[in-house]
């Protein structure tokens, strides 16, 4: 995010109006213990080790424990927390504080497939 502070006034410099600036979408960084990005791409190909406080499931879902509806229940408490607050989306999330707040995030039920509200 800092980056494209940097990046917009460069933008505006060359003349682009605020209404022609691209549309960003921030979400919080997910990084290892030791602050660099996890990588689920490298964990799943073998060329790097699920770091210390990941959770199986991280890089890759199907390894959910619970049920695909309880793992939607707790993405949509995750996102209750991350929404409620801004500044959430102006940081970076250990791999290990991700799950924790995973299991704790209150379950909203989403709606059961192909009812309407």
Known sequence: MPGCILVDGAL??????????????FCPQVVTDTGVKLS?????????????????????????????????DRLLGLADVLLADPRHFYRSYSA?????????????????RGACP
Not at 47 to 57: E, N, Q, S
Not at 96 to 112: F, K, N, Q, V
């Open 96 to 112: 290990g504080e991700l799950g924790r707040l995973m299991a704790t995030a209150t379950a909203r039920s989403a709606p059961a």
């Open 12 to 25: 505006r410099v060359v003349g682009l109006t605020r209404g022609q600036l691209p549309a960003r979408l």
């Open 40 to 72: 689920k791409s490298l964990i799943r190909d073998g060329r790097a080790a699920l770091p210390d406080g990941a959770a199986p499931w991280m890089p890759g879902t199907r390894q959910w424990p619970g049920s695909l509806v309880e793992y939607a």
